[in-house]
Structures are given as structure tokens and as C-alpha cells.
């Protein structure tokens, strides 16, 4: 039977295959899963202007929210090549706005979770030390 965390990879991996990522050539996909059970996904769209592209990660953030969900636990990102790539400085922002500092952040390329590249963290070793909603409050 199928974990969670390998159908969180396995609609990561579906969303990957739709990126638009003409400029890179770098696809990537991403699923979150909610403390209600709910998972999103998400693919880089990328922009000839490209700045305007937008990353896997928030595409997934963006639905969540859209589904009026706020809570993720956990978080998977897929890339191509040799090398994993973790999610991107803004985009671990984004996750941190939603996720506790324990949630998990796995980074993987498409051979599977159990390839020995693939990166497992929480949310405090991807973002160490993290400005959030809390660092907010009023006196």
C-alpha cells in the first residue's frame, strides 16, 4: 500500500510533467499534503519575461489557499539531474508562512524517494531561524 509521503512524490511528479519551462529546461512539480488529509500540487510556470515565472512550490501554496486550507505538514518537491533541488529561497518563505517548524520538506529527483540523493528536512533546517506570522504579533 501506498504511504502518504509516496502519493505526496507520485502527484509531484504528475504536476512536473506539466511545467512550462521552455527558458530552463528545468521542470519542477510539488505536493503538499494539509492537517485535513487534502493534498496540492504544482509546477514551475516559467515567463520570457522572466521574472514573472512562478515556482512549483507557490503554485501548490496558491491552490491550498484557494481551497481555503492554511495548515501544511508535509512537502514534496520533484527536479530532474544528477543533483536535488530544494526549494528556492522565496519559496521557503512561502512554505514557512503555512507550516510549522517541524514540518517535512522532502526534495527528490524523479528515481524516487528512495534514492540516496533525495533530501529530508524540517521546516527549521530548510529555513533556519525564520521570520513568520508570529514575529508580527502586536505589543
Request: charged share 15%; net charge negative; proline share 7%.
Amino acid at each position: 500500500m501506498e504511504s502518504e509521503t509516496e502519493q505526496l512524490y507520485r502527484v509531484a511528479v504528475d504536476a512536473q510533467g506539466n511545467a512550462h519551462c521552455p527558458y530552463s529546461k528545468y521542470p519542477v512539480g510539488a505536493a503538499l499534503r494539509t492537517a485535513s488529509g487534502a493534498v496540492f500540487s504544482g509546477c514551475n510556470v516559467e515567463n520570457a519575461a522572466y521574472p514573472l515565472g512562478s515556482c512549483a512550490e507557490a503554485g501548490a501554496i496558491a491552490a491550498m489557499v484557494l481551497a481555503g486550507e492554511r495548515d501544511i505538514v508535509e512537502l514534496v518537491t520533484v527536479t530532474n539531474g544528477p543533483l536535488v533541488g530544494t526549494p528556492c529561497g522565496g519559496c521557503r518563505q512561502r512554505i514557512r508562512e503555512f507550516a510549522a517548524p517541524t514540518t517535512v520538506v522532502h526534495s527528490a529527483i524523479g528515481t524516487g524517494l528512495a534514492d540516496p540523493g533525495t533530501i529530508t528536512m524540517t521546516m527549521a533546517d530548510l529555513l533556519p531561524e525564520s521570520f513568520g506570522p508570529q514575529n508580527l504579533t502586536n505589543p
